[in-house]
């Protein structure tokens, strides 16, 4: 299976909202409500941050939330924070016991 | 609040074995609800799920890996651990375990990935 497509990158201003979008295939993201996103610091483990595809574990902020529309899927962070900078992964169950991860995107807050 | 700890060798020669363990705290390595998995990210990339146990010993595993890689769990340690053979530098990684939903249950986050390790580091280098 391949990587999920993911924008390598995504900036907003303090306040503003960004939304990184992860696109993958009838087999994956398209096929199943099992979408996930990952927060990630240098040098630091990744975070869940959104599960099957709205939720939000308990202690993430209501600022992050998912959606999906067909094959992609997508993170909003609205009201951008510069705590939120930081890599973003997203990731699929891909069928047959299987998951499939995104390429990543750095988000910067400008 | 559950833990999970990895450990072992930090430098791996090419076309030798990596082994890992990973130690779970906090917590019950037996519960019904969790498969236990690792993940993990080359430097500078992003991440691919090498493969998961559930407590009796089913596991499943990448298929892009699944000829070199062997996941199992003791349960009595609650530890579980992997190994990956046949290593070149492609396999050089910061290597994670993690805590894989994969059936229904009170707060169960399905098909993810909710509770992770700190990572090490895995160099495969003569």
């Known amino acids: 299976q391949s990587a999920l497509t993911q924008p390598p990158s995504a900036s907003g201003s303090p306040g503003q909202s960004v939304t990184i979008s992860c696109t993958g295939t009838?087999?994956?993201?398209?096929?199943?409500?099992?979408v996930s996103w990952y927060q990630q610091y240098p040098g630091k483990a990744p975070k869940l941050m959104i599960y099957?595809?709205?939720k939000r574990p308990s202690g993430v902020p209501d600022r992050f939330s998912g959606s999906k529309s067909g094959n992609t899927a997508s993170l909003t962070v609205s009201g951008l924070q510069a705590e939120d900078e930081a890599d973003y992964y997203c990731?699929?169950?891909?069928?047959?016991?299987?998951?499939?991860f995104g390429t990543g995107t750095k988000v910067t807050v400008l | 609040q559950l833990q999970l700890q990895e450990s072992g060798p930090g430098l791996v020669k090419p076309w030798g074995t990596l082994s890992l363990t990973c130690t779970v705290s906090?917590?019950?390595?037996?519960?019904?609800?969790?498969?236990w998995g690792w993940i993990r990210q080359p430097p500078g990339k992003g991440l691919e799920w090498i493969g998961s146990?559930?407590?009796?010993?089913?596991?499943y595993y990448n298929p892009s890996l699944k000829s070199r890689v062997t996941i199992s769990v003791d349960t009595s340690k609650k530890q579980f651990s992997l190994e990956l053979s046949s290593v070149t530098a492609a396999d050089t990684a910061v290597y994670y375990c993690a805590r894989d939903g994969r059936y229904s249950g009170y707060q169960v986050a399905i098909y993810t990935f909710d509770k992770w390790g700190q990572g090490t580091l895995v160099t495969v280098s003569s």
């Open positions: 990731s699929s169950y891909a069928g047959s016991n299987n998951y499939v």
């Open positions: 146990v559930y407590y009796s010993g089913s596991t």
């Open positions: 906090g917590g019950s390595i037996s519960t019904t609800s969790y498969y």
């Open positions: 099957e595809v709205i």
């Open positions: 009838s087999s994956d993201v398209g096929g199943y409500n099992y």
